[in-house]
């Protein structure tokens, strides 16, 4: 039995002016090359003009955004034994959906084009509230990727992760019946020459102590 202890879940620590967890999660994501002190600012001036642009709480509008983004379903490539790639979609929980989705709005707003971070920062965020944007853009993709290989659903795409269900319109009568003739398969090759013969020896004894043939029978009636 190992020794070794469960990790304690590290938590963020709140920023000093909202004091919101969501706060250090933007920042950390902003920040480049160890200046957390310019993300900072970046994170406050974006917040500041979201407030004059929208006349709303800027975390309120921040937290509707991301829930606009965030995905449920994501797409994962994954080698066969054969050497040839499948993207496999899974289903996500909702802190690994809240990252994805930070993370699109971030590369998203990089991308716009505007005078400094901050502005570009707010746009997208805004945008992403009325359901339009490059995050969205990105969160719609990821949907037609999914629904265009669900043929792939029922192959789990790691050892702890199951295969997406219900998530997306998929055919699960053909899945039960792929998995049905993989099973098969699997079983009917494992066997060996050797126990396929004696399971036809067993079958044809078999067959030979049941009743006498229709003809036979026949024949003993007449005489």
């Not at 339009?132 to 990105?138: D, E, F, H, S």
């Not at 399971?199 to 029978?217: I, L, M, Q, V």
């Amino acid at each position: 039995m190992s020794c070794r202890g469960t990790a304690k879940k590290k938590t963020a620590k709140f920023d000093p002016i909202y004091r919101n967890p969501l706060v250090p999660m933007l920042v950390n994501r902003i920040l480049k090359h160890g200046k957390k002190s310019l993300a900072y600012k970046i994170f406050y001036r974006a917040v500041k003009e979201i407030q004059q642009k929208t006349k709303r709480n800027p975390l309120f509008v921040l937290r509707e955004a991301i829930d606009k983004v965030t995905p449920n379903i994501a797409v994962k490539t994954r080698r066969s034994k054969k050497g040839f790639t499948r993207q496999v979609p899974i289903e996500i929980g909702k802190t690994k959906g809240k990252i994805l989705a930070i993370r699109w709005l971030l590369e998203a707003s990089r991308k716009r084009s505007g005078t400094n971070m901050a502005s570009q920062f707010s746009s997208e965020f805004i945008d992403a509230t009325k359901g339009r944007g490059g995050a969205i853009r990105k969160k719609e993709e990821t949907y037609k990727k999914a629904e265009k290989n669900r043929t792939s659903a029922h192959f789990p795409s790691s050892r702890n992760r199951r295969p997406i269900q219900g998530s997306i319109n998929l055919d699960q009568k053909r899945i039960h019946r792929n998995r049905k003739r993989i099973r098969r398969n699997r079983y009917f090759f494992s066997r060996s020459k050797q126990t396929k013969q004696k399971g036809k020896e067993r079958r044809n004894r078999n067959h030979g102590s049941t009743k006498p043939s229709r003809g036979g029978a026949c024949l003993r009636k007449r005489k």
